[in-house]
C-alpha cells in the first residue's frame, strides 16, 4: 500500500517507524517546519523530520496546508504520489476536505486519548491533571471535525497513581505505533469495524499555558500533585524559582499554613485539605534537574517557612 506520514514530535515517531518497518510503501513524510533552538538560534529538525531521514524517505514541512503557495505546492505533491492512505500522528496542522478525500482509504488519525473523551491538542496533559484511573489511544477515520472522525481500534492502559507526563507520554507513543499497525492489518483483510462517536460523552484537552504550573497550596493535595503530573509544577522557595518534577501525597495530615513546609526530611507541603505533597524530583532556579536527596543535601529547610 502507498503510504503518506504526517507527524511531527517525538510521539509519531514509533508511528512512522511501523509504517516504515511494514512493507508498505512510505512515499513521502510531512512534518512542521524546523525550528531555530538554542542559543546560536540554529534550526533542529522535528524528531519524526529526522528519523524519516533515517529511512530514506523524501520530507515535505509546509507552512501550512490550508492556504498559501505552501498549500498549493503540497496539494500538487499529494497528488503526484496517489496515497492510498494518509496516516496522521500529531502532526500540528488541520487537513482541508480536498486532502482528506484524496486516498482510497481515506485518512488515518492516532489520537492519544480514549475518544470521544479529550479531544484536542494535549489529552496527555489534561488526562493526568483530571486525575483519571485510566487513557488510550485511538484510530479513526478522520474528518472536518477535531477529532470527531469514527472510531476504528482502541487500546486501554491504567496511569500509574504517580505517573509523569513524560512517562505516560512515552507508553503512548509506543503504544500508537501498535495501534497503527493492527488498523493497518485489519484495514486490508476489511475487518474495521467504524464506530460513531457519542458527542455527549466527549470533552476537549486545550493547549497548555506556562500560568498553569504555577503550584496553589490552597488546592487539594491531588490537585497540587496532578498538576505537577500533568505539566511540571513550580514555586517560590526564598524568593526563587523552584520547579518540581515528579511528586507523591503523604499519608498523614496537618495543622499548618497552606504552602508551609511539614516534614524537611521529605519535602513535604502542605495543602489545602490538610495533606500534603512530597516533593521527589526538582530543579532549583539556575540548578540542574536532581532528586529531593541531593536537593536536601546543600539546602537546609525550615518546618513553617511558606511556598508561594
Same mark, same amino acid.
Given at each position: 500500500?502507498?503510504?503518506?506520514?504526517?507527524?511531527?514530535?517525538?510521539?509519531?515517531?514509533?508511528?512512522?517507524?511501523?509504517?516504515?518497518?511494514?512493507?508498505?510503501?512510505?512515499?513521502?513524510?510531512? *512534518? #512542521?517546519?524546523? @525550528?531555530?533552538?538554542?542559543?546560536? =538560534?540554529?534550526?533542529?529538525?522535528?524528531?519524526?523530520?529526522?528519523?524519516?531521514?533515517?529511512?530514506?524517505?523524501?520530507? =515535505?514541512?509546509?507552512?501550512?496546508?490550508?492556504?498559501?503557495?505552501?498549500?498549493? %505546492?503540497?496539494?500538487?505533491?499529494?497528488?503526484?504520489?496517489?496515497? %492510498?492512505?494518509?496516516?496522521?500522528?500529531?502532526?500540528? #496542522?488541520?487537513?482541508?476536505? /480536498?486532502?482528506?478525500?484524496?486516498? @482510497? =482509504?481515506?485518512?488515518?488519525?492516532?489520537?492519544?486519548?480514549?475518544?470521544?473523551?479529550?479531544?484536542?491538542?494535549?489529552?496527555?496533559?489534561?488526562?493526568?491533571?483530571?486525575? /483519571?484511573?485510566?487513557?488510550?489511544?485511538?484510530?479513526?477515520?478522520?474528518? %472536518?471535525?477535531?477529532?470527531?472522525?469514527?472510531?476504528?481500534?482502541?487500546?486501554? *492502559?491504567?496511569?500509574?497513581?504517580?505517573?509523569?507526563?513524560?512517562?505516560?507520554?512515552?507508553?503512548?507513543?509506543?503504544?500508537?505505533?501498535?495501534?497503527?499497525?493492527?488498523?493497518? $492489518?485489519?484495514?486490508? @483483510?476489511?475487518?474495521?469495524?467504524?464506530?460513531?462517536?457519542?458527542?455527549?460523552?466527549?470533552?476537549?484537552?486545550?493547549?497548555?499555558?506556562?500560568?498553569?504550573?504555577?503550584?496553589?497550596?490552597?488546592?487539594?493535595?491531588?490537585?497540587?500533585?496532578?498538576?505537577?503530573?500533568?505539566?511540571?509544577?513550580?514555586?517560590?522557595? /526564598?524568593?526563587?524559582?523552584?520547579?518540581?518534577?515528579?511528586?507523591?501525597?503523604?499519608?498523614?495530615?496537618?495543622?499548618?499554613?497552606?504552602?508551609?513546609?511539614?516534614?524537611?526530611?521529605?519535602?513535604?507541603?502542605?495543602?489545602?485539605?490538610?495533606?500534603?505533597?512530597?516533593?521527589?524530583?526538582? #530543579?532549583?532556579?539556575?540548578? @540542574?534537574?536532581?532528586?529531593?536527596? $541531593?536537593?536536601?543535601?546543600?539546602?537546609?529547610?525550615?518546618?513553617?517557612?511558606?511556598?508561594?
Amino acid at each position: 500500500m502507498k503510504i503518506i506520514f504526517m507527524g511531527t514530535p517525538e510521539f509519531a515517531v514509533p508511528c512512522l517507524r511501523t509504517l516504515a518497518e511494514s512493507g508498505h510503501e512510505v512515499t513521502a513524510v510531512f *512534518t #512542521q517546519p524546523d @525550528k531555530p533552538k538554542g542559543r546560536g =538560534y540554529k534550526l533542529i529538525p522535528t524528531p519524526v523530520k529526522a528519523a524519516a531521514l533515517e529511512y530514506g524517505i523524501p520530507v =515535505y514541512q509546509p507552512i501550512s496546508l490550508r492556504k498559501g503557495e505552501d498549500a498549493d %505546492e503540497a496539494m500538487r505533491i499529494l497528488r503526484e504520489a496517489a496515497p %492510498e492512505l494518509i496516516v496522521v500522528t500529531a502532526y500540528g #496542522q488541520i487537513l482541508p476536505k /480536498e486532502i482528506l478525500e484524496l486516498p @482510497k =482509504y481515506g485518512c488515518i488519525n492516532i489520537h492519544a486519548s480514549l475518544l470521544p473523551k479529550y479531544r484536542g491538542a494535549a489529552p496527555i496533559n489534561w488526562v493526568l491533571l483530571n486525575g /483519571e484511573k485510566e487513557t488510550g489511544v485511538t484510530s479513526m477515520q478522520m474528518s %472536518e471535525g477535531l477529532d470527531t472522525g469514527d472510531m476504528l481500534i482502541k487500546k486501554k *492502559t491504567y496511569i500509574g497513581e504517580n505517573e509523569t507526563f513524560e512517562e505516560l507520554y512515552a507508553r503512548l507513543s509506543a503504544m500508537g505505533g501498535e495501534v497503527l499497525a493492527e488498523t493497518i $492489518d485489519a484495514l486490508e @483483510k476489511g475487518t474495521l469495524s467504524p464506530e460513531v462517536q457519542d458527542d455527549s460523552l466527549s470533552c476537549y484537552s486545550p493547549m497548555i499555558k506556562k500560568e498553569m504550573s504555577a503550584l496553589d497550596f490552597n488546592k487539594t493535595a491531588a490537585e497540587v500533585h496532578n498538576t505537577i503530573r500533568g505539566v511540571t509544577g513550580f514555586a517560590m522557595l /526564598e524568593g526563587k524559582r523552584l520547579k518540581v518534577f515528579r511528586s507523591e501525597i503523604a499519608e498523614d495530615n496537618y495543622n499548618a499554613s497552606n504552602g508551609a513546609v511539614v516534614d524537611t526530611k521529605r519535602f513535604a507541603v502542605k495543602c489545602g485539605d490538610g495533606r500534603a505533597v512530597i516533593f521527589r524530583e526538582v #530543579q532549583p532556579e539556575g540548578k @540542574k534537574r536532581m532528586n529531593t536527596e $541531593d536537593f536536601l543535601r546543600g539546602k537546609k529547610l525550615t518546618e513553617g517557612e511558606i511556598l508561594a
